[in-house]
């Protein structure tokens, strides 16, 4: 039996529709703090079930918007709209994350991440359209509301 399972969201057609009708700075800024606040739960997770180690892996999970280098970032970025959102430890901060997950020949896996994301990914995909629908709708009043003020 697979351990991979299917998964449907539905209702972003909209979302993505009123996302159109923002500012493209406005909806890319709603868009990431969705992104790190749907990922924080499962960045904690990770976090907790580090191995111990002088306390560096743990602390190097994070939510962010940067992976790779600058170059990579310029290449998945050419399109200005496009936003994305990780989850993980830094690889300045502790390089030896994929050995500790995975394992390597001195070490037995320890899978911290596969635990955060099997304890935490149907809360991430579950009523997802509407959490972003009503973040949408909060980003528009705030918009309509700047540009009353303006005249």
Known sequence: MSRY??????????????LGQLPRHVG???LVRFGKKRLEPMAASARENAPEDEGKLKR????????GSPGQRR??????ATVEVYMGPTADGYPQALPQEFGG??????????????????????????????QIAAAAKRVAKRRARKG
């Not at 991430?124 to 359209?129: E, F, K, M, N, R």
């Open 105 to 134: 020949p001195n070490n037995a896996p320890q899978g911290y991440m596969r635990k955060a994301w099997d304890e935490h990914s149907d809360q991430l995909l579950d009523g997802i359209a509407e959490d972003l629908s009503g």
């Open 5 to 18: 399972r299917r998964s449907r969201v539905e209702g972003l057609k909209e979302c993505n529709s009123a």
């Open 75 to 80: 290449k998945r970025f050419a399109d200005k």
């Open 60 to 67: 190097s999970i994070i939510v962010g918007t940067r992976q």
């Open 28 to 30: 890319k800024a709603t």
